[in-house]
């Protein structure tokens, strides 16, 4: 672990942009007040005239956003997630997804970053919500590597796409990046057949820990980094399903409509084993041990994004007995 | 082309809105009928788009923020050769294209829309892409004034301004009425033209069945150095048919066989009597 250069995934977003469009005079980033939280006044200095402020008015932020892109600008829509995804929802859905305008749209300071603000600045919906819209590609990168080819990524793709970044150091999951890096396919961290766990964003680590806890009891679990969450990695999914006892999903969202969801939704239609009906699995291997941690369905506990994620059991001590419970030790 | 050949594509126009509303038994005719001159004038005099350039970065663009009143734009499209008219015969019919509001899938269409409040922003993006490349396209936006409370509209307003985007022209089809009634009873924008010029447009008032006045105002354009510009058309809902013209339940009523056909001598007529020297 390189822990002591983990930068926030924001600030590599805000270092890689520049990088990027040191050799490219057709990207442009769109912020609504929000050059600031996301790290991005940098490349506003640097590249004033490849930076477009709307002042705070999301709905304007993506619309100006999405007839940028028609007219051929590689533009990135920069607004904390939580009012980009919710107030600009339609927006999204029409003038991104629909019109197929390949926008990239970047939600910043995501799910409870900002911790003790309150609900109003927390978004634990945008992952189901944009999982329902149909052209967009939902991902939400771990560490710092997963970011900087995230964005490189979605910059080549001419495609809609929505990026979600928080703002918390994220240690480096993996020692050698040595992997390829493509929306819709999963990143093995590490591999064992007692357990999956798939997580997502900066849940990634604290599974990571705890798969390393539960080594200590001789439980070998499998860490995948779903960064994706749509188009989901299915046959990386298909392929613990087989192997593993247990499946364990972890997402800083709410427990309804996200990565859970979507691999519950994908595993009850392909690969449960039930009393007369046949698996597409030889032998019907898997049974079904399936849980999803995540934020639920109440007024979210108030505190510091760490609170909250202790709270909830996001944590490397709560994956752990997540898991524990599940295989019954 | 002339006001005269303008007016009589306006009347071939407005019979072909009628025909496929009729057969799609489906429609927005009231407000179809109320913004085809507009749509007349901007393709046959005021805009460089054609389906020779449509790809080309340099064309001028046309977003229709009012997409319900599609049928008028397809009509257009169709005669300016974007498709074959032909098509229309599909209009809202199972794996048709030509649905009930605006989609790229039509040769044409700029923007997929329908939902109100769309084509502003969309619109300054796109004119500001043309000030940052230092190109000479414009963009021209169909508002109805039904979709002015929308807040993005307002929101799009002060970027167009602060961006000074003088090659982006907002046209309202001001025809007062909205599907509950008259939209200063729905929900009072008057004044308009005050409230864009509070925020830094320039503003003009044009008779929208008119088309000397329609020619000399979009000949105008840009009204001010550095201002987005605005077109207020005072139109008439269900204009050409005397029994739709400002009623409300034309809004979306589609004609009966002996209605569709007495719109249709109303039309002719009309053809007949376009006076020589228009």
Redesign the interface.
């Known amino acids: 672990m390189e822990k002591g250069k983990a930068k926030a995934n924001l600030d590599v977003f805000s270092t890689t942009l520049q990088e990027l469009a040191e050799h490219d005079r057709d990207i ?1 980033v769109v912020t609504s007040d929000s050059r600031g939280s996301g790290k991005l006044a940098p490349f506003g200095q640097r590249f004033p ?1 490849q930076h ?1 402020e ?2 705070i ?1 999301e ?2 932020l ?12 590689k533009v990135f829509a920069v607004s904390p997630a939580c009012f980009l995804t919710a107030r600009a929802l ?2 999204i859905k ?2 991104v997804a ?4 390949p926008v990239k749209v970047v939600g910043i300071s995501a799910g409870v970053s900002y911790g003790a603000l309150g609900s109003t600045h927390h978004s634990l919906h945008d992952f189901a919500a944009l999982r329902a819209i149909n052209n967009i590609i939902v991902a939400a990168p771990a560490d710092n590597f997963e970011t900087k080819q995230a964005i490189k990524l979605a910059l080549e793709t001419n495609h809609p796409v929505y990026l979600r970044f928080g703002k918390k150091p994220m240690p480096s999951l993996k020692e050698e990046n040595d992997d390829v890096f493509e929306f819709g396919k999963g990143r093995v961290i590490v591999e064992g057949d007692d357990v999956a766990i798939i997580a997502t964003g900066e849940t990634v680590f604290p599974a990571l820990q705890a798969a390393n806890k539960l080594k200590e009891q001789n439980i070998a679990a499998t860490v995948i980094s779903m960064h994706t969450i749509k188009p989901l990695d299915t046959a990386l999914l298909a392929t613990v399903a087989q192997k593993c006892k247990a499946i364990v999903t972890v997402e800083e969202h709410s427990v309804n409509g996200g990565l859970g969801e979507a691999c519950a939704s994908w595993l009850l239609q392909n690969a449960f084993s039930i009393a007369g009906s046949e698996s597409r699995f030889p032998g019907g291997a898997w049974g079904g041990l399936f849980k999803i941690i995540g934020i639920p369905d109440e007024y979210t506990v108030t505190g510091s994004q760490q609170d909250i994620f202790n709270h909830y059991g996001i944590n490397e001590e709560g994956i752990a007995d997540t898991v524990l419970s599940l295989l019954n030790k | 082309m002339t006001e005269k050949e303008l007016a009589i594509k306006s009347v071939e126009y407005r019979k072909n809105i009628l025909k496929y509303i009729f057969h799609a038994n489906a429609g927005h005719t009231g407000g179809s009928l109320s913004c085809i001159d507009l749509l007349n004038v901007l393709y046959n005099h005021v805009m460089n788009i054609s389906p020779a350039n449509f790809k080309s970065p340099d064309r001028d663009r046309y977003i229709q923020s009012k997409g319900h009143s599609v049928e008028a734009l397809f009509v257009v499209l169709a005669d300016k050769g974007f498709f074959p008219e032909l098509d229309l015969h599909t209009l809202c019919k199972y794996r048709s294209h030509y649905i009930g509001h605006p989609t790229r899938k039509v040769n044409g269409v700029e923007q997929n829309t329908g939902a109100l409040g769309h084509g502003l922003p969309i619109s300054v993006g796109t004119a500001l892409a043309a000030k940052m490349d230092n190109k000479k396209y414009r963009v021209f936006t169909l508002l109805g004034d039904g979709e002015l409370p929308e807040g993005s509209n307002w929101e799009a307003a002060l970027t167009a301004s602060h961006y000074k985007l003088d090659n982006l022209c907002a046209i309202i089809d001001h025809n007062k009425l909205q599907i509950t009634g008259p939209t200063s009873e729905v929900c009072n924008t008057h004044p308009i033209d005050a409230k864009f010029e509070s925020f830094g447009w320039a503003v003009r008032h044009v008779d929208g069945h008119n088309f000397e006045q329609l020619k000399e105002i979009f000949d105008a354009i840009p009204f001010a150095e550095g201002k987005p510009n605005l077109v207020i058309a005072h139109t008439i809902k269900g204009k050409g048919v005397s029994y739709m013209e400002n009623v409300i339940k034309w809004h979306h009523g589609v004609p009966s066989e002996k209605q569709y056909e007495d719109a249709l001598s109303e039309l002719d007529n009309a053809m007949v009597t376009v006076p020589d020297d228009f």
């Open positions: 442009v005239e477009i709307v002042g008015a709905q304007n993506v619309g100006v956003s999405a007839g940028l892109a028609s007219a051929g600008k339609e927006q029409n003038d629909y019109s197929d305008n």
